[in-house]
């Protein structure tokens, strides 16, 4: 029993199988994760997951919306652990399908633990996070050969100077690496200024890629300085991922729109 490195899930056996549904486009989904959600009695399914997803699962399995809306009401994660563990413990392929990866910001950890402590078999099937994949679908890469050899990746959930963030800004300013931001775009005016006074450069390009992976993907370029100002003017909304640095002048639309 427990957190097991096979397949039992998915060859039919019951338990909790944990996808990363990625950013958005079903078929970004792995093989793997379709194939679980393919074989599931029962599908707890998250509202950035693709919801096309759900077609996909048999027609007798048992959908639950899940969702934990940003700042919104929704389901506690100790619902979604109840759920996961209850249904699995009576026999039922249970499929948890998240959006991004699970483990990316996904609290996928904690759902893993929940069915290790009630001997629920758990399986983690990793999904395409929207850290990469939606600068890349925007043509932005994170890395670039002779520009920047790495890249950080944090959430803006709460702004710099909340009690509840970890982050160093000031070394964020300072690590030469491309920063990427998720759950951003309410803390982008209070993050940008933050770097802004811990010294990094006002003119670092700038990109904001909202709905990535959906056919309403649209995205707005400038400098640390003006991005913020250039959403809110964008009305921007999440989901969208913030990217901070040099190789946001790379993508082909950058030059059209003034980033640089």
Known sequence: M???????VVAGLPGVVLVGGGPGDPD???VAGRRAVELADVLLVDHLAPAEACSWAPDDAVVIDVAKLPRGPGTTQKQINELMVEHALAGRRVVRLKGGDGFVFGRGVEEVRACVEAGVP???????????????LAG????????????SVISGHVPPGHPDS???YAALAAAGTTLVVLMGVQTLPAISGALLAAG???DTPAAVVADGASPEQRAVFG???TIAEIAARAAITAPAVTVIGDVASLAPAAS????H
Do not use: Y
């Open 122 to 136: 758990v399986q983690v099937i990793p999904g395409v996070t929207s850290a990469t994949a939606v600068p890349a």
């Open 28 to 30: 970004l989904v792995t």
């Open 140 to 151: 932005i890469p994170v890395t670039h050969r002779g520009t920047v050899q790495g890249f």
């Open 200 to 202: 990094m450069s006002p």
């Open 2 to 8: 427990g957190h097991s490195t096979d397949t039992p």
């Open 256 to 259: 059209s729109t003034g980033g």
């Open 223 to 225: 400098t640390l300085t």
């Open 166 to 168: 970890t982050l160093d």
